[in-house]
């Protein structure tokens, strides 16, 4: 086992060495990542996966040209070869059907999903998600164009979080060591060249389509999230036929871990459609 822990398991998806954490028994639900630089299933869900395993069965890929996973050669990355690869990882693990849970970056590719394999795919959470086409953030700008170095690492760390509290200069000194691994930076750099409103649309499912989502789905935003604006989930409340939308206050990008212990509960109760006894 690696002493790392944002190395887990590996399997090959259509070639692609893909890494991925897999916790819990159970009904499985895939847990997408978002596209900060330098991030790793690991990182984006290590509060959330044994939690969450306790009730479920979670599996946690990094998305390929991410952490972990195989870079492809010609660097090349789009919605479709993110969605085949995730497709192409539910099959390799024998998958048919699974629960879909997307941070940013993740959610547009979760709705992407529900959109294509709607067979496949049971119920979706979206959390601060991408998905639909918004004028890009001058804080979404910064972090798809950050440039390596500590300091501007911490300055993204503190667009994550509403309570820069949980920034630490630790923690902005590790998440810049992790955007600096082999081949992190630059597959990073490809995806998302200035102009960068292009790859909002190019994330975005059209509204005619994200209206046809049948399946249950639980839509999730930090009021004070500075990354993709809250009107966006608002929007796909309103589209989406079965939804339900939470949002909460006090709270950033980084919901998952700003709000870990709502987060988990929820979540759970959601997917699993059992009420904690203990909640009131």
């Known amino acids: 086992?690696?002493?790392?822990?944002?190395?887990?398991?590996?399997?090959?998806?259509?070639?692609?060495?893909?890494?991925?954490?897999?916790?819990?028994?159970?009904?499985?639900?895939?847990?997408?990542?978002?596209?900060?630089?330098?991030?790793?299933?690991?990182?984006?869900?290590?509060?959330?996966?044994?939690?969450?395993?306790?009730?479920?069965?979670?599996?946690?890929?990094?998305?390929?040209g991410f952490g972990y996973t195989d870079r492809p050669e010609d660097q090349t990355y789009s919605l479709e070869r993110w969605r085949d690869h995730l497709i192409g990882l539910a099959d390799a693990l024998g998958l048919e059907k699974f629960d879909i849970i997307g941070n940013s970056f993740g959610g547009g590719l979760a709705i992407s999903m529900a959109v294509h394999h709607p067979g496949r795919v049971g119920k979706l959470v979206l959390m601060g998600s991408a998905g639909l086409e918004f004028p890009i953030t001058e804080a979404l700008d910064s972090v798809w164009g950050y440039e390596p170095s500590v300091e501007a690492m911490r300055q993204l760390l503190d667009i994550f979080a509403y309570d820069n509290s949980l920034v630490s200069d630790d923690l902005a000194e590790m998440r810049y060591r992790a955007s600096i691994q082999p081949g992190f930076q630059e597959a990073f750099s490809s995806m998302f060249p200035e102009p960068r409103q292009r790859h909002i649309a190019a994330l975005a499912t059209p509204e005619e389509k994200v209206a046809e989502i049948a399946c249950p789905t639980l839509i999730l935003h930090g009021r004070e999230d500075l990354v993709v604006p809250k009107e966006s989930s608002l929007r796909l409340f309103q589209l989406i036929k079965n939804a339900q939308l939470c949002m909460f206050g006090c709270c950033g990008h980084w919901t998952q871990i700003e709000k870990t212990n709502e987060f988990n509960r929820m979540v759970t109760e959601f997917l699993t459609d059992q009420k904690d006894s203990k909640s009131t």
């Open 1 to 64: 086992m690696s002493a790392n822990p944002e190395i887990g398991h590996r399997i090959e998806v259509d070639g692609i060495g893909t890494n991925y954490h897999d916790l819990g028994e159970g009904h499985p639900t895939l847990l997408i990542h978002g596209s900060g630089p330098g991030v790793t299933a690991w990182a984006n869900w290590r509060l959330n996966l044994p939690v969450l395993a306790e009730h479920m069965r979670v599996i946690a890929p990094d998305m390929i």
